[in-house]
């Protein structure tokens, strides 16, 4: 019903900024909430940030705050989350994920992307 796809991931240095982006396509118009959660190797999926599609409200999680930016592009239906001061926890792969439903569970979404790999060097 929505696909959901990454792009902008890569290689950075500590340090660094990097900004990633997911086109959302389908039907966009019954999506409530977009986000992102990224999952680095051994660990569970991890909320990183997430925006109201209806009055583009945002939270964030407390490791990302102040680092971290999520905007969407309307007219594009796209989501972005720049990313800057990087650090080497956060080193993950990032998915884009839409959901319609209004749950609890921050990670909990209907339709999720493919992933991208954000790697963070010292």
């Known amino acids: 019903q929505v696909q959901l796809v990454e792009s902008g991931g890569g290689l950075v240095q500590a340090g660094d900024s990097l900004s990633i982006s997911c086109a959302a396509s389908?039907?966009?118009?019954?999506?409530?909430?977009m986000g992102w959660i990224r999952q680095a190797p051994g660990k569970e999926r991890e909320f990183v940030a997430a925006?109201?599609?209806?009055?583009?409200?945002?939270s964030y999680a407390d490791s990302v705050k102040g680092r971290f930016t999520i905007s969407r592009d309307n007219t594009k239906s796209t989501l972005y989350l720049q990313m800057n001061s990087l650090r080497l926890e956060d080193t993950a792969v990032y998915y884009c994920a839409a959901r319609r439903g209004w749950y609890s569970d921050p990670v909990k979404y209907d339709w999720w992307g493919q992933g991208i790999q954000v790697t963070v060097s010292s």
């Open positions: 389908g039907r966009t118009y019954i999506i409530n909430r």
């Open positions: 925006l109201n599609w209806i009055d583009s409200v945002t």
